[in-house]
């Protein structure tokens, strides 16, 4: 082991998914602020943020906006249409994400041959990138017939024990190995949930996993209550 840290922002994404968001970027708030016409605690919120902006919004700014709820936060309704607003902007998020996936100026096989550069050089990755971009490249990248140890899984690769969603649902949980490189990330995952009936401030044991790219034992119904569940990380 090397000691090797590479420190990855929102540019990294980026230079691999070219139409990927910028942490001040277009999601779609202009279509969004007609979904929530006639919710006033919501439509606040959001034009608050976009009178910030030339262009754009904080999507960051916004969503600690919305997750930390303010003294003025006040009135019928103001927790649901702030909740409801956020559960959409998240969900915009990663309706931009898949579509930077989907597109055919997408760099995977750099992206890929960073990712065996990580897992060959035990390296770790400190981002503060909420999107699982990276996670996926260092998942697929794993070869499932190298030493054990040799890769990167969700489980264990994120410097905690992390478990998968499905287990959740009751499908069969597999032993994962420990990883040979780490993936820290400092502002949370799009990936990343709290089981239900966990209160705030979530402890490590509260948060599992969930992505559509991991592919062991997840039935059609889970993988639609996964899609349905990422929408309301």
């Not at 090797?4 to 998914?17: N, Q, R, S």
């Not at 070219?18 to 969004?32: I, K, R, T, Y």
Request: some cysteine.
């Amino acid at each position: 082991m090397d000691n090797t840290v590479f420190a990855l922002g929102a540019g990294f994404t980026k230079a691999f998914l070219p139409q990927s968001p910028l942490l001040v970027d277009d999601f779609g708030e202009a279509d969004l602020a007609e979904r929530i016409r006639g919710l006033a605690h919501a439509s606040r919120a959001l034009n608050d943020e976009r009178n910030r902006q030339d262009f754009g919004i904080d999507i960051e700014r916004l969503l600690t906006r919305l997750d930390s709820l303010m003294p003025y936060d006040e009135g019928q309704g103001a927790a649901e249409e702030l909740t409801l607003l956020r559960t959409e902007l998240k969900r915009c998020f990663l309706r931009r994400l898949q579509e930077a996936r989907e597109d055919s100026h997408l760099h995977r096989a750099e992206l890929e041959s960073f990712a065996r550069c990580c897992l060959s050089h035990q390296a770790t990755c400190i981002t503060f990138n909420y999107d699982d971009v990276l996670d996926e490249a260092l998942y697929r990248t794993t070869t499932p017939d190298g030493p054990a140890g040799h890769g990167w899984n969700p489980d264990t690769g994120y410097g905690f024990y992390c478990r998968r969603f499905p287990t959740v649902l009751g499908t069969t949980y597999w032993d994962p190995p420990q990883p040979t490189s780490l993936l820290l990330k400092l502002h949370g995952s799009v990936n990343w949930m709290p089981r239900r009936g966990h209160r705030e401030p979530h402890v490590l044991d509260a948060i599992v996993h969930c992505e559509d790219w991991l592919d062991i034992g997840v039935s059609a119904d889970s993988a639609d209550r996964l899609r349905r569940s990422r929408e309301h990380l």
